[in-house]
């Protein structure tokens, strides 16, 4: 697992080497990222994954967060379903496919 990250940018960055390609077999969904810091958006497709700077007009899900609470949900600072639960972090649109994403990019 890489190593712990200190800004959503260094997230995207290392986001190659934190996805799970055998977890994405058979998953076509575009997760939509939304930061005070900035907009993106990754297309997930059987294995393979795009990762774009900015907002897509469909996707299947988008997770809203500040970036300081973001990085401590990575690092595992912070627990997911804490976040969500105390509106730190909102996921809207398609809830199983932000479910799949725990596995196809896992946390520290």
Request: glycine residues 6%; negative net charge.
């Amino acid at each position: 697992m890489p190593a712990n990250i200190s800004s959503v940018q260094e997230y995207f960055d290392t986001l190659d080497a934190r996805f799970v390609p055998d977890a994405s077999k058979g998953v076509d969904f575009i997760y939509q990222f939304e930061f005070d810091c900035g907009t993106w958006h990754v297309h997930v497709n059987d294995g393979a994954m795009e990762i774009t700077s900015g907002s897509h007009q469909d996707p299947a899900s988008t997770i809203q967060a500040k970036e300081a609470d973001w990085v401590k949900i990575i690092n595992g600072d912070m627990n997911g379903l804490r976040a969500v639960m105390t509106r730190k972090m909102k996921v809207n649109g398609n809830i199983s496919a932000a479910r799949k994403m725990q596995k196809i990019f896992p946390t520290n």
